[in-house]
């Protein structure tokens, strides 16, 4: 239970004059800031909350009871991957011989970090069948961006100007064709077929010279695995294209496939859903850059690279000519790539090549389990994730949105839903591996029971939820007149 | 069913065309504004703007839905509604009272390219 | 398959199977032709239990030496409250996605609204966004808010006195985004007037970018650059260090139009590089045109103040290409940091940071100056905690000696330059340490 006291926001619980700081005593009060020209400092203190230590703890330990989280329960987010974020990884990102690390400290300092960093590209490069992968991009649409642009790099390289466009599934994230704006690439739409994988002979006509490269999820956002591949890949390198994978669904294809081996040139990882780092309520992720042997040389800069010395090794911090250039400051997320390893070595090669088939069992265990429900568009084997188009039975106008709504009552966060939008009702369920059959039967359950009540006790189930913290929120009045601090929410009560 | 008003003209992106001398006010059918839902913005040009036949000229928002505004003619602006700038919802209100832009026309053989009320609603199949 | 994050046994497989109407797990793999399946074992370390883990971090993190940190130059070693640390471990904060289902996410969806708030008063602007991936990229995506915005124009200017770390990154955004970034050239460590004015003057510039404090640390004196920028139809962005906004003369003072830079001088640990929080703010009438996400307040069905992802018809799931930008997340984490931090430490805590990092780095150039083989680089220019100072040493040498009782002093930014940089982190003896260092290897070259 919240305390309405510690929920309202922060600034509302300022007084003046208290603090919640204690800082050195300056031991060299001689030098005063006063000093400094008066037109070169801000005129008016910023207007920032004055509260006591023990407030900030209460205040944001109530909020975060507003909250739900994988720890919390049954996160079945479609196309996010929610999976169980390992403790351990957190206590090694805590790591204080790592967290005091400056980016620009001396090479020689930093030779653990560099080893960790070194280990996890290859370690991706080894599990994605790729030669060489970068951590610096952030997040999985930065690295999207980071992919394109070492795609038009290597068509530069070649003198080869005229590739400006990229082939786009109707089917896929809106993120690519975004990225593909965002790099300067034109964005071709390709067809999908009634199952939701790519139309071949829709995408033979739009293959010619100025294609740059073709952006493909495999499995699609379906869920379905893209068995015409190998076809698809030859196709785009026939023409001189590249064919770059989005790593957005690549849980269930380890232990399975390798997007290298399916003829991928260039790929981005989500460490955020494949290698358990936490989702962070939006961040911070990680989207390391993978590629093929040959376009190594194009990969952003800075690049950590290791030298095979006769009393051992040792790892360098290098720019490359070639490379398309620099996409963040530093090396990435770097406490996000401890957390990743940490991962891949309590796994290990016995138990990493288990989580896309568990994954896969708990999507079709799921799937087969509420399809007398639930209207399935797509039968056969889905891989991690698959997509119902509503309710079965609509006569009462029970929408998806209402389904989700009500599952929140229930305690479990809801699917993805209206995506993709090859369907108009659609709800996208992903099961991660590491939910027992239990959990997933609680779940079977509780959405059988909302189709019943769609049927017995719709306006219920359209005005749900009723059991959160909050009810439904007018979210027309949020987007008509925008008011997105304290400051406007204060002059407009 | 949308309300659909003689003599207009419309385009299959779902804009109307009302001539008035040599200007024309350029708007979203009714049609569009039902499936849009709750109008929250409308991203007009600004005066003095040229837009062109079959290109983009702004947009217009829902809270989870976004439409491309397609010029079905060519011509200057001459004046933006402003009064969709505070209540972007007169759209709901009335698509076809709550023009989005005036424009001088350029070309007015490009009106024969449009539809007239009778073939737009086949197309929406009303 | 027993492994402690698979809770399947044996029955439960062979059930869960039984009603997918499938044999054996790779049945569910059958629509997958046969010669693109993975056969051989991963080239993977063994699987290590939690003691292994433990031991071979400590191995590794012995590799690495902690050092007395006077470089910024982008990442500023403050001082992190120990409260910060232990909120942001709340596993309903971190293991949460974007906050899509309200009802359920008034925890995120409150602190990125008190973040914006906040970022909107430390930099005096009307609106924040909810966060960016750093300060690098955050400039980047300004400088194509500014494009945009211009609609027909594709020139951006950028001052050679910002981080060349941060030109860079937005360098490499324009080259492939098809901006043109024109430098304006520096002049004694600030930003050249005059080059500024005649390449303004040219009427084809969508936005200027400059930085405050520069990469030198010095507070350069825009006065009426806002003016000129908006007189020839441009935007005025400034790169900013977070935590000086607590003192210094803010962008929205100098009249910018859009204010970015990196949050993580707000107490994040330094990290290697990485996460830290990107922030832009900008005003109201350009809200619509800025990218990422925005949270805004609303009210429930029962009348209850609550908080929403607004503005989403911007962004990329909806626009796709036409999105403001492909940035799909914030750094939600970070902003939670940097949320706590400034709620600890309010604008008396910023003061007295600032305070102390002044008179820290005010002391050191001083002592430095004091040995005679040190000048300021740029010796009229006033600064807040940072500064660059040129020696007639060998500038390797001064680091290497450093290095060797564990002094990490400056960075090194020209062949005769070092750039220092000192936090209220920074002790008066570790000042005085670094000094000692200098003079034993003064004292050695004289002997």
């Known amino acids: 239970m919240n305390n309405t006291y510690y929920g309202k926001l922060i600034f509302e619980l300022s007084k003046e004059g208290r603090c919640g700081y204690s800082l050195p005593k300056n031991e060299l009060d001689n030098y005063k800031m006063s000093a400094l020209p008066a037109n070169l400092m801000r005129y008016e203190a910023p207007c920032l909350p004055e509260v006591d230590e023990l407030t900030v703890v209460r205040h944001y330990t109530n909020m975060s009871n507003n909250n739900f989280g994988v720890d919390t329960g049954f996160y079945p987010l479609g196309s996010c991957t929610m999976k169980y974020n390992p403790k351990i990884n957190e206590d090694m990102a805590a790591h204080r011989d790592f967290t005091c690390l400056h980016p620009l400290q001396d090479v020689d300092t930093v030779q653990g970090a560099l080893e960790v960093y070194y280990n996890l590209q290859t370690s991706l490069a080894e599990l994605s069948g790729l030669k060489e992968f970068t951590l610096n991009p952030f997040a999985g649409a930065h690295g999207e961006l980071t992919g394109l642009m070492v795609m038009r790099s290597y068509h530069a390289s070649r003198g080869d100007d005229k590739r400006t466009k990229v082939i786009v599934p109707d089917s896929a994230h809106g993120t690519n064709p975004a990225s593909a704006a965002v790099c300067g690439l034109d964005v071709v739409v390709v067809k999908s077929r009634p199952d939701g994988t790519v139309d071949v002979d829709d995408l033979r006509p739009l293959l010619d010279d100025t294609i740059a490269g073709m952006m493909m999820t495999n499995p699609n956002t379906l869920g379905i695995f893209e068995h015409n591949i190998a076809e698809i890949a030859k196709l785009v390198h026939d023409c001189g294209g590249l064919m770059y994978y989005d790593g957005a669904n690549l849980n269930p294809m380890l232990g399975v496939c390798r997007p290298g081996d399916l003829g991928f040139d260039i790929m981005h990882i989500n460490l955020h859903k494949t290698f358990s780092t936490p989702h962070g309520g939006g961040g911070p992720g990680s989207g390391p850059v993978g590629v093929r042997e040959g376009l190594e040389q194009f990969l952003p800069n800075p690049r950590v690279v290791r030298h095979e010395e006769e009393d051992g090794h040792h790892y360098t911090i290098e720019n490359n000519d070639n490379s398309l250039g620099f996409i963040s400051g530093f090396l990435g997320n770097f406490a996000v790539v401890m957390r990743a390893y940490t991962y891949i070595l309590t796994l290990g090669h016995e138990n990493v090549k288990n989580v896309g088939p568990l994954a896969t069992l708990n999507a079709n265990y799921v799937k087969e389990s509420l399809k007398d429900c639930f209207e399935l568009p797509l039968t056969g084997v889905c891989k991690h994730e698959f997509v119902f188009d509503g309710l079965k039975d609509k006569s009462t106008g029970v929408t998806t949105l209402d389904v989700a709504k009500r599952l929140l009552d229930y305690g479990f966060h809801a699917p993805t839903i209206y995506f993709p939008l090859l369907f108009h009702e659609a709800l996208m369920i992903e099961p991660t591996e590491n939910e027992s059959k239990e959990t997933l039967d609680s779940f079977i359950e509780v959405m059988r029971k909302i189709a019943k009540e769609a049927k017995e006790q719709p306006e219920m189930v359209k005005t749900a939820p009723h059991c959160t913290p909050v009810r439904r929120l007018d979210d027309t009045q949020a987007a008509l007149k925008p008011i997105v601090t304290y400051r406007e929410l204060v002059n407009q009560e | ?126 | 398959m027993n492994f402690k994050f698979f809770p399947h046994t044996e029955d439960d497989i062979r059930s869960m199977l039984n009603t997918c109407g499938e044999q054996k797990l790779e049945d569910l793999y059958k629509d997958i032709p046969e010669e693109l399946v993975f056969k051989r074992e991963y080239a993977l370390p063994d699987a290590l239990s939690e003691v292994e883990v433990r031991r071979f971090f400590d191995d590794l993190g012995s590799y690495n030496m902690p050092l007395t940190c006077f470089v910024g130059a982008g990442c500023y070693d403050h001082y992190s409250p120990s409260v910060v640390n232990d909120i942001l471990r709340r596993s309903e904060f971190l293991t949460s996605y974007t906050p899509y289902q309200a009802e359920i996410s008034q925890g995120t969806l409150q602190y990125i609204f008190e973040y914006q708030s906040m970022m909107a008063e430390l930099t005096g602007m009307e609106v924040s966004n909810a966060s960016m991936y750093d300060g690098c990229t955050a400039t980047a995506e300004a400088m194509m808010m500014a494009v945009a915005n211009a609609k027909k124009r594709n020139k951006v200017l950028i001052s050679d006195t910002v981080n060349p770390i941060v030109i860079r990154v937005v360098e490499t955004y324009a080259k492939f985004h098809g901006v043109e970034v024109v430098r304006i050239a520096a002049e004694n460590g600030v930003t050249s007037r005059a080059d500024f004015e005649a390449k303004i003057a040219q009427d084809d510039v969508a936005g200027v970018i400059v930085a405050t404090p520069n990469f030198y640390g010095i507070l350069e004196d825009y006065t009426g650059w806002a003016d000129l920028c908006h007189e020839h139809k441009a935007l005025f962005i400034m790169n900013c260090v977070a935590s000086a906004l607590g003192v210094i003369k803010t962008p929205a003072e100098w009249d910018a139009d859009i204010a970015v830079g990196d949050g993580q001088s707000l107490g994040i640990p330094m990290n290697f590089g990485g996460p830290y929080v990107g922030f832009l703010c900008t005003s109201k009438k350009l809200i619509r045109k800025m990218p990422g996400r925005i949270v805004g307040a609303t009210t429930d069905a029962d009348g209850k103040r609550t908080f929403v992802l607004t503005l989403q018809a911007r962004e990329q799931h909806i626009r796709r290409e036409k999105a403001t930008s492909n940035i799909c997340s914030n750094e939600s984490l970070m902003a939670l940091y940097v949320t706590i931090y400034m709620s600890l430490m309010g604008k008396q805590g910023l003061r007295d940071v600032n305070e102390l990092g002044y008179s820290g780095a005010h002391y050191l150039a001083e002592q430095l100056c004091a040995t005679g083989k040190f000048e300021m680089a740029y010796p009229d220019k006033p600064f807040l905690n940072e500064f660059a100072i040129k020696t007639t040493l060998n500038v390797d040498d001064v680091q290497s000696q450093c290095l060797c009782a564990g002094i990490q002093a400056g960075l090194k930014i020209a062949d005769d330059t070092l750039l220092m940089c000192v936090t209220e982190a920074r002790s008066k003896a570790e000042i005085d340490a670094l000094v000692e260092q200098v003079q034993q290897l003064i004292d050695e070259e004289e002997n």
């Not at chain 2, 499936?35 to 829902?62: H, I, K, Q, R």
């Not at chain 2, 402003?82 to 070309?107: H, M, T």
């Open chain 2, 1 to 126: 069913m949308s309300k659909i008003i003689e003599g207009l003209y419309y385009s299959e992106s779902h804009e109307y065309v009302r001539v008035d001398g040599e200007c024309g006010y350029i708007g979203i059918t009714d049609f569009a504004q039902h499936e849009l839902g709750n109008v929250v913005y409308v991203d007009m040009p600004e005066v003095d703007d040229e837009v062109t036949a079959g290109e983009e000229f702004g947009a217009v928002e829902s809270v989870k839905a976004a439409s491309d505004l397609v010029s079905p003619v060519s011509g200057t602006v001459i004046e933006v509604n402003e009064a969709l700038e505070d209540e972007p919802g007169l759209i709901n209100k009335d698509a076809f009272e709550n023009w989005i832009i005036k424009v001088q026309l350029s070309d007015m053989s490009e009106l024969e390219n449009l539809m007239d009320a009778a073939a737009y609603k086949d197309m929406i199949g009303e």
